[in-house]
């Protein structure tokens, strides 16, 4: 059953393209997360971008996971209301986020929240918002170094930005965030790239905190860099793919040994030549920024080939001897999840018997739950 682990033995009666994920993979990659820190569960804050979902945020606190990272105040709040204890919103709040940022920090109190910024004019303006509400809020430096993203640059006087934060009285700072998703090539350069640029910036945070009366925290990585980022003392690692892993990220990071535990699940609606089927699953149902070889992997057969994409159709060619009829079900890996994830209301769970046995809604694909 290895080869199909993800063969669906019971009847399939849920309108397809559905999402199907699996448990004890699920599962065996959270258990894998963990073996990579030693057993240190303090030093995960996982991305909960990818998965988006309450139930495997429960599966986090079961075990020991208790803080994580993520990129909207749908995601923050979704982690609050599964009581996560500490939460680090990676993405500066700027305009009406500020509201909404003090609104979900008054109505959980019980979670202790974080954010980031990169520059003063955000700094200021976060502690205004939160002197006018007597509240102190947690912020961590965004540092840009090299994927041009966000973050104030590491070539600039970052050291002078966090001189300038610090007197801002309703303003805690509280370290350092560092996302380099740029970052490629095989575990050996990766680290190399990383390690060059971590040491430079460690030396200088540990200059700072002997100007400190507590010890700045370091937020790290993400997939492509935690293997490095989960040897180093006082850093937590924020990789978040790991829960249903991808064909990009099991082709591209082999070293971490994650298990794919997500599929997409079609249907063969079509045969519209001798050697072409058209399945269900169009652009509305995967992600598909990259070109079409790397949108998704049929799982059933290696000679069914994507060759054409549209909002409801995928044309796929049959070069192989297997033959195909409308109404068969097609399994398929996608190239990347946290996109594809997003584009469905629920997923459907399935067992270790292989049998769809729950359904756990992604709640936070939402921009907004209550706040």
């Known amino acids: 059953m290895q080869n199909n682990w993800w063969k669906i033995n019971s009847e399939i009666s849920i309108d397809t393209p559905f999402l199907a994920v699996y448990q004890d993979r699920i599962q065996a990659n959270i258990d894998r997360l963990i073996e990579s820190v030693n057993g240190d569960t303090q030093k995960l804050r996982p991305h909960i971008k990818t998965h988006k979902i309450g139930e495997i945020l429960d599966l986090f606190k079961t075990c020991n996971i208790n803080k994580i990272k993520c990129a909207t105040i749908a995601e923050a709040e979704l982690a609050a209301i599964h009581e996560i204890q500490d939460v680090l919103l990676a993405y500066q709040p700027v305009g009406a986020k500020k509201e909404r940022w003090i609104a979900l920090i008054q109505k959980y109190p019980n979670t202790a929240f974080s954010t980031i910024v990169d520059n003063l004019d955000s700094a200021k303006a976060l502690n205004q918002i939160a002197e006018k509400n007597h509240l102190k809020l947690t912020v961590y430096l965004d540092l840009n170094t090299g994927m041009n993203r966000t973050g104030i640059s590491i070539h600039k006087n970052w050291k002078a930005l966090i001189d300038e934060i610090l007197p801002l ?86 070293e971490q040994e994650f298990k794919p535990a997500l599929v997409i699940v079609g249907t063969v609606i079509s045969k519209p030549t001798n050697t072409t089927l058209c399945v269900d699953i169009g652009y509305k149902a995967v992600s598909s920024e990259n070109p079409i070889d790397k949108r998704l992997v049929i799982l059933n057969d290696e000679n069914l080939i994507p060759i054409s994409h549209s909002e409801e159709h995928l044309i796929v060619e049959n070069r192989g001897k297997n033959e195909y009829v409308i109404g068969d079900t097609i399994y398929a890996q996608p190239y990347h999840v946290c996109p594809t994830c997003a584009l469905y209301d629920s997923v459907q769970v399935v067992n270790a018997a292989h049998e769809i046995c729950d359904q756990w ?7 907004k739950i209550n706040i």
């Open 169 to 254: 009285k309703n303003i805690h700072f509280a370290g350092i965030h560092i996302y380099d998703g740029h970052l490629k090539g095989d575990v050996e350069e990766r680290t190399a790239a990383a390690s060059n640029l971590f040491f430079s910036i460690n030396e200088e945070v540990e200059a700072i905190n002997k100007k400190l009366d507590y010890e700045l925290k370091i937020v790290a990585g993400g997939s492509n860099t935690f293997p490095f980022y989960a040897t180093q003392k006082n850093v937590e690692c924020s990789p978040g793919t790991f829960v249903f892993w991808d064909s990009n990220y099991q082709t591209n990071l082999p």
């Open 361 to 367: 809604q992604v709640a936070a694909r939402s921009r």
